[in-house]
């Protein structure tokens, strides 16, 4: 049994530390690639269509392979692929993961093709759930888009159980680019094909993106050998389906809520749905680097932790992906607070998104802000319990949070329109970290002598100087410049680099472990990669 020192925070051993921040960085890097092209396939958006009601209506059919995909894909990949699979990631049980495999690619193609079938009959009825405050001329479009935009949801599914498996393996490169290409795929929808189909360029856009993203991944499984197989009793299958069934439930219920979410912002007006979008990519911006990344470096050590019951390094690897997320999650959160309007303008507003599209899309952002920090904090505990193979719980808080949602939804969309879901949203990514934090001191002892606290401490102390300086920077600089052509730009680059550099000097101050730690791994990296292009040179 494993005896912990009291007198001071257990940490992760160098060696471990390192290995969770290289993986970390590995799909941070692509997720940086996903998220630049996001913002570019968001600015084509802007460019050609604004934030105008055909925007909403695309948004509305866009969701929908997103829905089906969270449903049967996307949560499982966490809650039961990458646990399940890491147990036949040795070499020794090769042939058995291959045949596992190989069902669930066949299972995959075969439900997600029947999923598309019905869809498609029935695009209509989902066009009226989703957007049932939409004008009937904008819910005929937003059918007509979901028909085009269908058949992406077999190749996600496919995408994402290839995603499942390399996770599993501790093969994070062809993952962290498949997002990127989907982004890629878009953007060449909308340029190539928007002259001759409009705003139906997008949802093939759609289409083509989820194509690539497929493609990219097919390479890092290329030394397992494909087979079409339906062996429904193999075991591997049942603990999928075991430890899956209950997440599929909660993921029903949050999925109601995102259709009810939907159909209420409809109603806030045409362009809300646009707006709304608008700041979600930002937000999902830092999200998707800090918080994804950091979980999915940590999930195979945590599952083989909590298989070998070695629940000290369970503790600390999961605080060292606590304490990763919070220095990084709050600096990015009170930037983009102090400079809302400046990078929303660069941006989008170009083409024909209007000034009046940038303040209400700021707007939007900063109610969203209020529960970045939640949401980036939230995804490292959810899997953290998946990893010990409890997926009822999750789905416990999250029908909870739900709810909590529904309430403040309700009780705040008459009076504050729009920014009353926004302010929903929020609350409810806190009410389901909140619960997820108390639950996990409670049974893992996870706040005790982690340095969690400390670190939310330094890390807040230097967001809120770094956000001061940010935004009286910006001022000046607003002043200074005058208008323009320049002035987002100089804006952005100029208060986002002091911001920047005042952060990166008061962690060092406040000698934050897990920024020194970050820091070395990139010069490793700039070092490693120095030496490689010295060789490759002669040494010229």
Do not use: C
């Not at 998707?288 to 083989?304: D, E, M, N, R, Y």
């Not at 920024?515 to 070395?520: G, H, K, Y």
């Amino acid at each position: 049994m494993e005896r912990e020192t009291p007198s001071a925070p257990p940490r992760v051993p160098a060696g471990e530390a390192r290995l969770i921040a290289q993986a970390g960085m590995v799909i941070m890097l692509g997720q940086v690639a996903s998220r630049v092209l996001g913002l570019v396939r968001e600015t084509v958006i802007s460019h050609l269509f604004g934030a105008t009601g055909l925007v909403s209506a695309f948004r509305v059919a866009g969701i929908v392979p997103t829905i089906v995909y969270d449903l049967l894909i996307g949560g499982m990949i966490s809650a039961a692929l990458v646990p399940v699979i890491s147990d036949y990631a040795q070499p020794e049980r090769r042939e058995e993961l291959r045949k596992l495999m190989s069902l669930l690619f066949s299972l995959a193609i075969v439900i997600l093709a029947l999923v598309v079938l019905a869809l498609e009959l029935g695009a209509p009825l989902v066009a009226w759930l989703l957007g049932g405050g939409l004008s009937p001329s904008l819910q005929a479009e937003t059918t007509r888009l979901v028909r085009l935009i269908m058949p992406a949801i077999l190749f996600f599914g496919l995408s994402g159980v290839a995603t499942g498996l390399l996770y599993a393996r501790q093969r994070f490169i062809y993952p962290a680019l498949g997002a990127a290409i989907f982004n890629g795929g878009i953007i060449l929808g909308a340029l190539i094909l928007s002259p001759w189909l409009d705003i139906a360029s997008l949802s093939l856009g759609v289409v083509l993106g989820s194509i690539l993203q497929l493609a990219i991944q097919i390479p890092g499984l290329r030394d397992l050998r494909f087979d079409f197989s339906l062996q429904l009793d193999h075991p591997g299958l049942r603990r999928i389906v075991r430890l899956y069934a209950p997440v599929l439930l909660g993921l029903v219920v949050s999925e109601v809520g995102i259709v009810i979410d939907r159909n209420l912002a409809s109603r806030t007006g045409p362009q809300s749905i646009a707006w709304m979008q608008n700041a979600t990519t930002l937000i999902q911006f830092p999200l998707g680097l800090v918080a994804t990344a950091t979980s999915f470096a940590i999930l195979p050590s945590l599952s083989q932790f909590a298989i070998a019951e070695e629940m000290a390094r369970f503790r600390r690897t999961l605080a060292t992906g606590l304490r990763m997320v919070l220095v990084l999650i709050l600096p990015a959160a009170a930037g983009l607070l102090a400079l809302a309007t400046p990078i929303i303008a660069l941006i989008f507003e170009h083409g024909a998104f209007q000034p009046y599209d940038t303040l209400q899309t700021a707007q939007a952002l900063r109610w969203y802000l209020f529960g970045l920090p939640f949401a980036a904090v939230d995804q490292p505990l959810i899997f953290a319990f998946y990893a010990r193979k409890d997926t009822k719980t999750p789905v416990l808080v999250g029908v909870f949070s739900v709810l909590v949602y529904l309430v403040v939804a309700l009780a705040t969309i008459r009076s504050m329109g729009m920014i009353g879901l926004v302010f929903a949203n929020s609350v409810q990514w806190a009410s389901h970290a909140l619960v997820m934090l108390v639950l996990a001191h409670q049974r893992l002892g996870l706040l005790r002598g982690q340095g969690l606290l400390l670190a939310l401490s330094k890390a807040l102390l230097a967001s809120t100087v770094m956000a001061l300086m940010a935004y009286g920077t910006a001022k000046g600089l607003k002043a200074f410049v005058g208008g323009g052509l320049l002035e987002e730009p100089l804006i952005v680059i100029g208060a986002g680099g002091v911001g920047f550099l005042t952060y990166t000097l008061l962690v060092l101050l406040l000698r934050s472990e897990e920024a020194s730690l970050l820091i070395e791994l990139v010069k490793g990296l700039w070092q490693r990669r120095r030496l490689q292009i010295d060789v490759t040179s002669g040494g010229k």
